[in-house]
């Protein structure tokens, strides 16, 4: 039964009734390997008292204060019957509780070159706080109470731990190189808690591969090469905050928590990879939550909120194909130096992005909020806001933004918002925001802030505003009111009006958009843009605007015409005013029959325009002149006097120009009702 030292007999009696041995005053268990033998404690004595005790002498706990555990602790396959209890103890060997059973296992502020638990069972807890070991092995273990590894330093030895014979016997599990790692836990099962917070620091790698975990806790502690927790399942909360640091990659691929998850005043160096990640009731990574790698989430599910308030991503955000219930808010200073990416996004309440900053972005296409997207007051986008195709179930809110981007600063194309699209930058951004083809429920924007460059085509809306009126300044937890209801002037009705309106159609067709695949997206004559503006105003009851607009329309498709089409369109212009204007045939009717009567007075007063037979009617020019202009009623003197010489020619011409401008006059009047 070992050594008979004097912890060794004092256990004998000790472990029956539970009563502690204690030795020294509380010195460091890594000083250990120099305490003496009135310190040592054997290893197989342990084994002895707990595993196969006297049938009389049945243990209630081996509890050990301050001793040095000499030897190999092999409790591999056993099943000890009373709990062992270590408290600022120092093992001269691995402790191996490889497949053992135990009712409760606690080596608390002690120093052991590694512990060996895979297939552990215990129906109590594990608890291994303020320890120091170089690494834990908790394969496939099972923890019926908490897993405590609070405080606790872990420095790392790498898998599979050196348990002295040369073998991992009989469960050698892994076949990759798992050099480093400080604990290997794949397969865990904790029903309660596990607990690696209050200043717990791995120096090796942390793998929690598929685990099964009913808490897990990671506040306040230091992950020098990361965590690999691919596959797990945690049935509450996970929390990596108040001072979380991870060196290395954070791992969450398809994991499931029942719970929250959050992130709050944590650092991660490497990337957070959560691709497929569950989370029933929100993700919070706020506040002061910073993450120097790249944040992925795609296809991720994330049941209630969530947040990066303030959060600092260095390589941004790829959360393509993500999925959220509710809200998502990148607000309050968030800021990411890489692209946000949320292509194929769902998001199922708000998207807020006020007061952030998106160095290179943010590509959202396909992106589809239930609620209202809020990119307001202090939004700051130094690349493309890209939403091509997006659909916003209310409104879409660009006010005090800033678009800097000089290529393509807002792109919309193929995007629905079936609420407002409120426009009102907080200066004009200096590339172009392309709303080709979107479905807007209304459009509100402000003259001062228009794009340099503006794609309208195919754009749809049933209203259309100024917001001059909406709030110039939004308080902190005030855009609410904004949301729920902006007060906007509605456009007042004028040739001013009309004139703005025609302005910003050609400011759409001026600027040409750089939107591969579609470069021209933005440049030239499209009717699309005034067909939409002259349809708002019809609805509006303006019907003379909605004229004036078809007139521009007109006007406008000149420069898309051949030559002659050209010279048609510039005389259906001045003549009818393309049928919106029939009231300018008479003015230029009455100009040639002025002009007319003049000269063709002068030819009858030389002779050249004689009567054809001695008995005529009367030579007036004015009517003469209206006979050649009017080609289907006669007034009797178009073939009462016949021209000759230059007045053949101007008898021809006038004859000609009537039967154009009654073309025109019908040919306009036709068109302009068929429009309509």
């Keep these: 039964m070992g050594e008979a030292t004097p912890p060794a007999e004092e256990l004998k009696t000790a472990i029956v009734a539970g009563r502690p041995v204690r030795r020294g005053a509380g010195e460091p268990a890594a000083e250990g390997h120099t305490w003496g033998e009135d310190r040592q404690l054997p290893a197989d004595l342990l084994y002895e008292l707990l595993v196969r005790p006297d049938s009389d002498a049945k243990p209630r706990a081996a509890i050990l204060v301050g001793l040095r555990i000499t030897g190999r602790l092999n409790f591999e396959s056993a099943d000890l019957q009373a709990p062992l209890i270590a408290h ?6 691995p402790v191996n509780l490889i497949a053992a059973k135990a009712p409760e296992i606690s080596l608390t502020a002690c120093h052991l070159p590694g512990l060996a638990a895979d297939q552990l069972e215990t129906r109590g807890a594990l608890d291994l706080s303020r320890s120091t070991l170089e690494l834990v092995g908790l394969l496939g273990a099972h923890i019926g109470g908490q897993l405590v590894l609070s405080g606790a330093t872990l420095t790392g030895g790498g898998y599979p ?36 917070a209050a200043g717990f620091t791995a120096e090796g790698g ?79 990574c706020t506040p002061d939550f910073t993450a120097e790698g790249e944040v992925r989430l795609l296809s991720a599910h994330i049941g209630g909120q969530l947040a990066f308030e303030g959060a600092n991503l260095s390589r941004g955000l790829n959360a393509d194909g993500l999925q959220v219930d509710d809200a998502m808010f ?32 943010l590509r959202a296409d396909g992106l589809r909020v239930d609620q209202g997207m809020f990119c307001a007051e202090g939004f700051v986008a130094e690349g493309e806001v890209r939403l091509l195709g997006a659909r916003i179930g209310s409104q879409l809110v660009f006010i005090g933004a800033a678009l800097t981007s000089t290529g393509l600063a807002l792109d919309l194309e193929g995007a629905r ?41 195919g754009c749809e809306y049933t209203r259309l505003q100024a917001s001059e009126d909406a709030p110039q300044q939004l308080a902190p937890g005030q855009l609410g009111g904004v949301r729920r209801a902006v007060r906007l002037r509605r456009l007042s ?68 015409l051949g030559l002659p089409g050209k010279a048609w369109n510039a ?8 049928g919106y204007k029939p009231l300018r045939a008479l003015v230029v009717l009455s100009a040639l029959v002025l002009v007319g009567s003049l000269v063709f007075s002068s030819f009858h007063s030389d002779g050249r325009l004689a009567a054809v037979k001695a008995e005529h009617q009367p030579f007036v020019a004015s009517i003469y002149t209206l006979d050649r202009l009017i080609p289907v009623v006669s007034l009797g003197l178009r073939d009462a006097f016949a021209p000759s010489g230059a007045a053949q020619w101007w008898a021809f011409a006038y004859t000609l120009l009537g039967w154009m401008l009654t073309v025109a006059v019908v040919a306009g009047v036709n068109a302009a009702v068929r429009r309509e």
């Design 88 to 93: 600022n103890c120092h093992f001269d060997a």
């Design 417 to 457: 918002v079936d609420g407002g699209l409120f426009l009102r930058f907080a200066a004009a951004p200096r590339g172009g925001v392309d709303l080709t083809g979107a479905r807007l429920g209304s459009l509100y924007d402000s003259e001062s802030t228009w794009p340099a460059q503006l794609g309208l085509r």
């Design 571 to 578: 005389f259906l212009q001045w003549t009818v005013g393309y």
């Design 206 to 284: 942390v793998r929690l591969l598929g685990a099964h975990i009913g808490l897990l806790s990671f506040e306040r502690a230091t992950l020098r090469r990361g965590l690999n927790a691919d596959g797990l399942q945690v049935d509450q909360d996970l929390f990596c905050m108040r001072g979380f640091t991870a060196e290395g990659e954070v791992r969450l691929v398809s994991a499931h928590i029942g719970g929250q998850l959050r992130f709050g005043e944590a650092t991660l160096s490497g990337d957070l990879n959560a691709d497929g990640l569950q989370v029933d009731r929100g993700m919070f």
């Design 330 to 361: 990148c607000t309050e200073g968030f800021t990411a130096e890489g692209e946000v990416r949320l292509v194929g996004a769902h998001v199922g309440g708000q998207l807020a992005f006020d007061g952030a900053t998106l160095r290179q972005g």
């Design 493 to 560: 009705p004028g040739r001013l009006d009309v004139q703005r309106r025609l302005r910003w159609i050609r400011l759409a067709e001026e600027g040409r958009l750089v939107t591969p695949p579609a470069p021209a997206a933005g440049g030239g004559y499209s009717p699309s843009p005034y067909t939409q503006l002259m349809t708002f105003y019809r609805g509006e009851g303006r019907d003379g605007d909605a004229r004036r607009v078809a007139y521009e329309r007109e006007r406008r498709r000149r420069g898309e």
């Design 161 to 196: 731990p050196d348990l002295g014979d040369g073998t991992l016997q009989p469960h050698e599990i892994p076949t990759e190189s798992l050099d480093g790692m400080a604990l290997v836990a794949d397969g865990l099962q904790v029903d309660e808690g596990m607990f690696c």
